[in-house]
C-alpha cells in the first residue's frame, strides 16, 4: 500500500515536471524508472503532453519505451501519428524488429510506405518480410537480433563478435552457429563461451543438432517446445535451415496470455480481451452469441412443448427440469475444460482419442450415478414417491453422461477439422445438453406415467 502511495507520488511529480517543461528535470526522474513504468506513465498522457516528452526524449530512449508498452497495436499506431514522420522513423530503427512489425501491421499503408522509405535500407527490408509471415506463426512472433557465430572461429573471436552485437542483439545468453550459407549447424551458451579457454575452437564446444521451429509453426507449438525443454529463446529456420530470427521467452509469455483469453473467450462466448467502458458498446460485443444461443434455446423449449401433454397430466414433472438440465449443463462445461486444456496443451503422453472418449464415458456414468441417487434419495423422501424419484435419478446419471461425451467429443471433432476446439463454448454445450437432457428426461418419464398421473 506504502508503495503504490509512493509510485502515485512519483508518477504525478515527473507529470508535474513535463507540464512545467522542466526538461532536464523531467528526463532524470523519467529515464531512472524501469521501461515498464515509463510505458505506464506515457499511455496517461494526454496528445499535448506526449508532444512535449517526443522533444525532450531521444528516438533511442522512446523506442526502449515502446518495446515494454503493454497498448494494443492498433493504439499504439496512434502514438506514431502524433509524431513527426522521421521521429518515428527513428523511434521504428531503435525498436525490436518483432515489436516494431506488431505496430506496423496495423499503420495505413500510405504512412506504412513513408516510415520504410525512411528506414536504414537493412531494417526496412527485415520488416518487410516479417509483415508477410501469416499471423499467429513461428515468424510473426520471432524476432531477427539475435548473435550468430561460425564455427570455425576460435571462443576469443567469438567473445569479440559477442560483444559487438550485445547492444543490438535481444539476448545474448544462446550465441547460434551458422555455416557459410547460414544454415544453422549449432549452438552454445554464453556460460560455453566463459568456461573454455580462448583458442578452443567453437565447433568443439557447440551443441548439435540444435532445436529449432520453422518459420510457419503455429504461435502455440512454439510455445508449447519452449515451455517443455525451458528455453530461453528459440531458432526460427526457413525451409533450407536458414537462420532467420529467434523466439524469446518474453514473446512466449505473451503467446500464452493471448491463447489462454482466447480459450477463455471461446468459453464464455464473449471477448474477454475487449474491455468496454460503454454500456452500449459492451452489449453489442455480447449480443451476437446471445442470439445464438436465445434461437438454440428455442428448440429446447419447443421440445419441452411437445411433452404438454404429459405434463398437464403429471405436472409435477415440470418441477425437476430445471435441475436436471442445469446440472447435465455444468458436467458438460466441465468436460468442455478439460477436453480444451488438453488440446492446448498437446503432450506426447496424453491418451488417444478412443481412450479419451472411454475415460469420459465412465467418468459420466459414476459421476451421473453419485448424483442421481443423491437426487432420488432426496425427491423419494421429499415428495414420497420413490417412483418419481427412480425417474429423476435415471434421468440425471443418462444427462450427465452424454454432457460429458458431448463435452469432450465436439471440442475433439472441431480439432480434427481445423476449426478452434475454443469455440465450443461453454453455453453452447450447456444450451445441447438441455436439449438431449429434456428429450431423455421425459422419454423415461413415460415408461412411469401411471405412477405420478395427476400430480
Not at 505496430?103 to 527490408?125: C, F, M, N, Q, S
Not at 432426496?378 to 450427465?400: P, R, S, T
Request: with cysteine; aromatic share 8%; charged share 20%.
Amino acid at each position: 500500500m506504502a508503495e503504490n502511495l509512493v509510485k502515485t507520488q512519483s508518477d504525478k511529480k515527473i507529470i508535474q515536471l513535463l507540464n512545467s517543461q522542466k526538461a532536464r528535470q523531467f528526463r532524470e526522474n523519467y529515464l531512472d524508472l524501469h521501461v515498464y513504468e515509463q510505458a505506464q506513465i506515457f499511455t496517461e498522457l494526454n496528445s499535448q503532453q506526449r508532444a512535449r516528452l517526443y522533444r525532450y526524449l531521444t528516438a533511442k530512449e522512446v523506442g526502449d519505451m515502446f518495446d515494454a508498452i503493454e497498448d494494443e497495436p492498433e493504439e499504439v499506431v496512434k502514438y506514431f501519428e502524433e509524431m513527426t514522420p522521421q521521429y518515428a522513423a527513428n523511434v521504428i530503427d531503435e525498436m525490436y524488429t518483432d515489436n516494431a512489425v506488431d505496430i506496423l501491421a496495423y499503420v495505413p499503408k500510405k504512412d506504412l510506405a513513408g516510415y520504410l522509405r525512411l528506414l536504414p535500407t537493412e531494417k526496412a527490408a527485415e520488416i518487410r518480410e516479417m509483415l508477410h509471415y501469416e499471423d499467429k506463426t513461428a515468424g510473426a512472433i520471432m524476432s531477427t537480433e539475435y548473435v550468430a557465430i561460425a564455427g570455425n572461429q576460435t571462443v576469443r573471436s567469438a567473445m569479440h563478435v559477442v560483444k559487438r552485437e550485445a547492444s543490438d542483439a535481444e539476448t545474448i545468453y544462446y550465441v547460434y552457429v551458422v555455416g557459410s550459407d547460414n544454415k544453422l549447424i549449432g549452438v552454445l551458451t554464453l556460460r560455453d563461451l566463459l568456461i573454455n579457454d580462448d583458442d578452443q575452437m567453437i565447433m568443439d564446444i557447440m551443441t548439435t543438432p540444435v532445436m529449432s521451429v520453422k518459420v510457419s509453426d503455429d504461435q502455440a507449438e512454439v510455445a508449447q517446445t519452449i515451455r517443455d525443454y525451458n528455453f530461453l529463446a528459440i531458432p526460427v529456420t526457413d525451409y533450407e535451415n536458414k537462420l532467420i530470427g529467434i523466439i524469446n521467452v518474453d514473446d512466449i509469455i505473451d503467446v500464452i496470455d493471448e491463447e489462454s483469453a482466447e480459450d477463455y473467450s471461446g468459453l464464455a462466448a464473449v471477448d474477454t480481451e475487449e474491455v468496454a467502458d460503454n454500456p452500449i458498446k459492451a452489449a453489442s460485443n455480447r449480443l451476437p452469441w446471445l442470439i445464438v444461443l436465445l434461437l438454440l434455446g428455442m428448440s429446447t423449449t419447443t421440445l419441452i412443448s411437445h411433452y404438454e401433454g404429459m405434463i398437464s397430466q403429471a405436472s409435477i414433472l415440470a418441477i425437476f427440469v430445471s435441475s436436471i438440465t442445469g446440472t447435465a449443463g455444468n458436467a458438460g462445461t466441465q468436460s468442455l475444460a478439460v477436453a480444451v486444456r488438453r488440446l492446448a496443451s498437446r503432450d506426447e503422453d496424453q491418451p488417444s482419442v478412443y481412450r479419451q472418449f472411454f475415460i469420459e464415458l465412465l467418468t459420466g456414468l459414476v459421476t451421473g450415478l453419485v448424483t442421481g441417487l443423491t437426487i432420488f434419495l432426496i425427491v423419494g423422501f421429499w415428495k414420497q414417491n420413490f417412483i418419481l424419484g427412480f425417474v429423476i435419478g435415471m434421468a440425471m446419471m443418462c444427462a450427465i453422461t452424454v454432457a460429458n461425451l458431448a463435452g469432450s467429443f465436439i471440442p475433439n471433432l472441431m480439432d480434427k477439422i481445423g476449426v478452434d476446439p475454443a469455440v465450443a463454448s461453454g453455453p453452447f454445450i450447456s444450451t445441447l445438453s438441455d436439449l438431449t437432457s429434456v428429450l431423455i428426461y421425459f422419454n423415461i418419464a413415460k415408461l412411469f406415467m401411471k405412477f405420478f398421473m395427476g400430480t
